[in-house]
């Protein structure tokens, strides 16, 4: 049996069909392949970051970048833009280096339980204090220091506390930073019993209180101190 002309052209153009179909199948797949792994540019914390602190101030200071990641593994939530619209979030939760930034991170204010622990049966009070009652910018949250105390008339200095710990300089506080790096702040907050508490409060209305940093083995008497009258040992 014969097979007619007809037959030959309609079996070609069907083939000829079927080879775009798959050819167009093929495509598609590809680009869907290639939407799945191209790169978006999402934020990426390039240091630690504490609580408190403002998207747009993490933008201006460089604490984040942008980097590329795979589209199909982009978790939800990355934070691909930091505008005026949400500059004025503030993070809300510890992040850490090399992690991305998301939504579920920030929010309108800082979760109190996270900016700050108090030690159990401890009060939380802040000192505002100059450069050098400080000592320069060298205190951070864990570090231990004596309390001196100077009366308003200045004619001697005794020690009020002789180790008290740091929980907080500023908005940086021990849970929600690794204590590395440098903390600028007049605001130095104490963890202290109740009653110690209260006399650096009394103290800081009646006179000044300076810092001295600590080492573990540095020990300072309690109540010690000097005078006008034996400034120099006489």
Known sequence: MKISRISYIVAIVLALIAGVAVYAYQASADQRALAGKAAVQVYVSQQDIPVGVKLSDIYLQGL??????????????????????????VVSHPITKGQLLLDSQVGTQAAAASQIVVPD??????????????????????????????????????????????????????????????????????????????????????????????????????????????LFGN
Do not use: C, M, W
């Not at 970048?65 to 500059?87: H, R, Y």
């Not at 570090?143 to 008339?153: E, F, I, M």
């Not at 006179?207 to 109540?223: C, Q």
């Open 64 to 89: 984040a970048k942008k980097e590329n990641f795979p589209a199909d593994s982009l978790p939800v939530g990355a934070i691909t833009d930091i505008t005026t619209a949400n500059g004025d979030l």
């Open 121 to 230: 049966g401890q009060v939380a009070v802040s000192v505002n204090v100059d450069d050098s009652q400080r000592v320069a910018n060298f205190l951070v949250p864990g570090a231990q220091v004596v309390v001196y105390y100077t009366a308003a008339d200045r004619t001697s200095v005794r020690v009020l506390l002789p180790r008290a710990d740091i929980i907080a300089v500023g908005s940086t506080s021990t849970s929600s930073t690794t204590g590395t790096g440098t903390v600028v702040s007049p605001l130095v907050t104490l963890a202290l019993p109740p009653a110690d508490a209260a006399r650096v409060v009394l103290a800081t209305h009646n006179g000044t209180v300076y810092f001295g940093l600590l080492s573990k083995t540095t020990t300072v008497a309690p109540g010690s101190g000097v005078a006008l009258s034996n």
